[in-house]
């Protein structure tokens, strides 16, 4: 796959990128099972729903999480649906969550995950977004292929987004499009993964360019190799992640960027801290 070349000098006329830059939660599928997730990333969300569903327990856990994005730097973040999940979140789940999320001065901007298979299942987390102040839905949504008119109806009702995430099926992103559809361009969207593509080999930086009438999101993310799966620091895979910045700033893209960063074996903080940190020194450059 022919990367583009980060070496060729910069020649932008316009200012420093001011996306707001968000850590999505799901960085720690794998804390729960201390690092050692063994059997897939469905694994993960078990044992980290089973952490955060008890009310006794849930405002301690909740506030730990929203302290360590804080500390890492962030003022927004998105929350993966297994740390706040509308099969057991109460309103009195909800209500610690966002008063955790303000008193640790943090912005909600998505939810991600999955977001059913029935319309019931999508109303749950359409009003779990609304309640929380997160505007787009980021992810999967399996029931959009049977009802879409549905699907619409309840965007709308609750005046929330749909970004379609890109997995391993969209190899390029006229799979993507094709998806989506060609209607509803206001609320209905891709949150692009660059981690995705790159796994798929895949071209992320041409992907972004296809995509860029439909962006509202990005999950920015960088993997080891063509192939697997197994993300890294930004920078050190081979996505072309500073090259993926530049695009983002010729197309004009000023929407939410979340940095996307999951290890199966090892705490990625202090790798999520300084893929931050290089993210802005590309933004401002």
């Not at 010729?250 to 979340?258: L, R």
Request: hydrophobic letters at 35%; aromatic letters at 8%; one cysteine or more.
């Amino acid at each position: 796959m022919i990367r583009e070349d980060t070496t060729k000098k910069k020649n932008y006329s316009f200012c420093m990128m001011k996306n707001h830059l968000s850590c999505i939660t799901a960085n720690y599928v794998a804390k729960e099972l201390n690092y050692h997730m063994t059997d897939g990333w469905s694994q993960g969300n078990t044992a980290t729903q089973e952490a955060f569903k008890s009310l006794e327990t849930f405002e301690a856990k909740f506030t730990e999480l929203a302290e360590a994005v804080r500390e890492l730097g962030f003022s927004y973040l998105d929350i993966w649906i297994a740390h706040l999940h509308p099969c057991w979140a109460t309103d009195e789940h909800v209500a610690i969550a966002c008063d955790v999320l303000k008193q640790n001065q943090l912005t909600p901007l998505s939810l991600a995950g999955g977001f059913g298979s029935t319309l019931e299942q999508l109303e749950g987390f359409c009003r779990l977004a609304s309640s929380v102040g997160a505007g787009i839905l980021a992810g999967g949504m399996p029931v959009w292929h049977s009802d879409r008119a549905g699907c619409i109806r309840l965007l709308r009702q609750y005046g929330i987004k749909w970004a379609f995430e890109n997995h391993p099926n969209e190899k390029t992103a006229e799979d993507v499009i094709a998806i989506i559809g060609e209607e509803d361009m206001d609320i209905v969207g891709v949150a692009c993964d660059t981690g995705w593509f790159g796994t798929n080999d895949c071209d992320a930086n041409e992907a972004l360019r296809k995509l860029a009438p439909r962006l509202m999101h990005l999950h920015l993310k960088d993997v080891r190799e063509a192939g697997q799966h197994r993300t890294c620091q930004l920078g050190d895979g081979v996505v072309g992640i500073e090259a993926c910045v530049e695009t983002l700033r010729e197309i004009g893209y000023q929407g939410p960027i979340g940095i996307e960063h999951e290890p199966e074996e090892y705490d990625p903080t202090e790798e999520v801290r300084e893929s931050l940190r290089l993210l802005k020194s590309w933004m401002s450059e």
